[in-house]
């Protein structure tokens, strides 16, 4: 019996091998494709799940500083007060604000209402606004701002009433001050009606800023006569006739004083002029006081 052997690597075993071979490198194309999608996948599951987490850390830190000023409110509120500062007051009120606070200290803060504190404060006759807050946690400040006098007015029985600048009758002072503002009376010893106090005081405001500083520190008095309706201001060196009070002489007559004063005063000698009428436009009328006589004793003049 022939046998003939057969090469080693017949065609049919080649073609099979040729086809194992292209399904493995399918398999593994496949394969290498889903890993890719998977990847794909994961990364996008990544990216969508980052803001994810970021919203949550933002939301948890959140409610962590709520609850922490949740927490230093109801601290706060327990607190006491310790102290009132009181900040702006003088002689003219500063008793009277320490008597409408001193009653705040060691209450607790959340008993007490700031608009209600400023409130009674500025009650006080000498006050003219304030402002109450706190400084830390257990400090309570009293900002005020005074009514400061601008002058004195007589009244019945000769007593002295300090007036703002809004020509309100201030009362009696409880603490001795010393304020140098000129006085307000009527001639003849009457008492100015609340409203003449008033048209005095704003020509005594106008007076303040129309005058020469020196001119005004030397005003003295303000006098008013009913009769004839006038206004006569004194100073260290004369008297000055203005004219009829809330007139617009009167403030025109304040221009012309500021003007004779520092212009002609130097050349005018006004130590020997006792009156300086200015109730004439264009003209200034001017009253000498009559010289002291001189005498002599013993040959040697005086």
């Known amino acids: 019996m022939d046998m003939s052997i057969l090469p080693f690597g017949d065609r049919s075993d080649q073609v099979a091998n040729r086809g194992l071979s292209t399904d493995v490198n399918n398999w593994l194309k ?7 999608v998977v990847a794909k996948r994961a990364r996008q599951l990544d990216v969508r799940a980052k803001p994810e987490r ?26 006491r007060i310790a102290d009132v500062n009181i900040m702006g ?43 109450v807050y706190f400084s830390g946690v257990r400090d309570l400040c009293v900002d005020v701002v005074e ?16 007036v703002d600048d809004q020509g309100t009758v201030l009362p009696v002072v409880q603490e001795r001050t010393a304020h140098n503002v000129p006085m307000l009376h009527g001639t003849r010893g ?44 004194i100073t260290d060196d004369a008297t000055w006739h203005l004219g009829g009070i809330g007139s617009d002489r009167a403030t025109e007559a304040l221009a012309d004083m500021n003007v004779f004063w520092k212009d002609a005063s130097a050349s ?24 002291r006589p001189q005498t002599s004793s013993g040959g040697a003049r005086v």
């Open 54 to 79: 970021r919203t949550s850390g933002l939301m948890i830190c959140l409610l962590g500083l709520l609850f922490l000023s949740f927490m230093a409110t109801q601290w706060k509120d327990r607190q």
């Open 268 to 291: 005018l000698r006004l130590a020997h002029v006792r009156e300086v009428d200015l109730r004439w436009r264009n003209q200034i009328v001017l009253r000498y006081r009559a010289e």
């Open 190 to 233: 009457y008492v100015l009606s609340e409203s003449e106090v008033r048209s005095l005081t704003s020509l005594l405001n106008h007076a303040a800023r129309a005058l020469d500083p020196r001119l005004y520190q030397s005003i003295s008095e303000l006098t008013y006569d009913r009769r004839s309706r006038t206004v006569d201001v």
């Open 89 to 131: 007051a003088t002689g003219l009120s500063r008793l009277s604000v320490q008597r409408a606070v001193d009653s705040l200290r060691y209450r607790r803060a959340k008993s007490i209402t700031l608009a209600s504190i400023r409130q009674s404060v500025e009650q006080i006759p000498y006050v003219r606004k304030a402002s």
């Open 30 to 36: 496949l394969f290498t494709d889903m890993r890719i």
């Open 147 to 162: 009514r400061l006098p601008v002058a004195h007015v007589l009244q019945s029985g000769g007593v002295l009433r300090y």
